[in-house]
């Protein structure tokens, strides 16, 4: 009787582990498919009601399912270029998102570079966009790296007490250039720019970061992506 009674308190000690936060957690992280969501605000979720919920990353981990862990490591405010005041590359997120050892890296970065005290030409943008896809690529975990162009601009829609500064046609041409480095690089690029244009609807909160049905439409072009290189495998 007494062993009987020590098996079933091991029984329901080793229930309460199995069914802890923590050991969930670890476990989770240890079987999924691992997705590192690189960005600025809009990858954030800035200004979405319920970012949890409804920022990309969130919408993306919904889509893929409990298979995969999407993390999100975006930074508001912050630029690709190097040079400015408020690069990725000095926020904490990006050695994060390299720490993550993810199994993909998508990267949506370059509205902000667009701000005219940020923005030094076509050519330094693509230097430091190498640099970036060079460091992720150099991760143990071997990651496919996904490029996204930068949404479509709608100044319209920007706050008359607080503008924003980007230059709607600097954005045109980062989403160009994007494009053809990927194929310079041989990365699957997916277009924001161009899903977004003729959308104003889904920036209808201040002309740059999405609502929640333009965060939604991101990320089922992340999710068909990811889905469409996994067939090719």
Partial sequence: MKHKRTFYLFLFTLSLFLLSPVFLIAFQDSCSIRVACVGDSITYGAKIENRFLNSYPSRLQQLLGGKYLVKNFGASGYTLQKNSNFSYWDHRNFEKSSDFEPDYVLIMLGTNDTKPYYWNGT???????????????????????????????????????????????????????????????????IDIHRATAFHPDYFSLDGVHPSASGAAEIASLAYETIKNLEKRE
Avoid: C, W
């Avoid at 991760?139 to 601009?153: K, W, Y």
């Avoid at 319209?156 to 045109?172: G, H, K, L, M």
């Fill in 123 to 189: 050519e330094h943008f693509l230097k430091d966009y190498r640099d970036l896809i060079s460091h992720y690529r150099s991760l143990e975990s071997n990651p496919q790296i996904i490029l996204m162009t930068p949404a479509t601009v709608y100044p319209e829609n920007f706050p008359a007490v607080r503008p924003y500064y980007i230059q709607s046609d600097i954005a045109d041409t980062i989403a160009d250039a994007v494009i053809h480095l990927g194929e310079e690089e041989q990365l699957p690029v």
